[in-house]
């Protein structure tokens, strides 16, 4: 189309353009060999996890399983209580029942509340731990601390002598026995029967040792009381 200015010189007026329109977008296109390649891939490295899972679980749980077993290191409770005797100015209990284990054994010298007391850490045979400590100078303040504060609800047959029972909820149970000059006290979450056997054990150990003509060395022992 044709414009005249005014001057009168003609011009070419170009039509109206409409706007370009956005190329459509493209969108790759995988070949089905290279699709079926890349779903092979993802699957092997699934079946290689899935076979380090293989390997490695059963080591895991093997190891886990063996931190989770109670620690048994030989102490030899005999020697320990034999060096103890002086300075205890008592017969420390050197009971090992068959089947059973001791994780620590020591003389505690006193501390504020001035008792010293000699203590023992067992292993039952069934796996339970029982604490057994037992001093010249136990008093009753010294007792309901290790007996965690839990009431007196009855008593406890071993042998031929009866045991004060101290239980509670939620807390472990103890039983307390004042034997030949000493207050023995047993801590623990272990079944009663465990209880009954270190007990008769625990008596018979002071037994020999103050019986024997010669002082008795403190020897491991399983026998009843007297």
Known sequence: ???IHDDGSPTDVLPPQEP???APAVRPVIAASAAKRANASIMGMVLALLVTLA????VILLN???NASVYRPDVDVPVIAAQA???AGFAPVAALPPGWSVNYARWKSAGADGVAFWEVGYVSAS??????????LANPSWLAQNANNAPVTGERQIGA????LRDKPGSDKSLILQYRGTTMILTGSAPLTDFDTLGAAAIASIDHQLDSPT???????TGSSK
């Open 20 to 22: 370009e329109k956005p």
């Open 85 to 87: 005797r002086d300075v």
């Open 64 to 66: 886990a399983h063996q």
């Open 161 to 164: 002598h009866n045991w004060e």
């Open 55 to 58: 390997v490695v679980l059963p």
């Open 1 to 3: 189309m044709t414009h």
């Open 127 to 136: 796996g339970q731990f029982i604490s057994l400590k037992q001093s010249a």
């Open 215 to 221: 002082g008795g060395a403190a020897t491991p022992t």
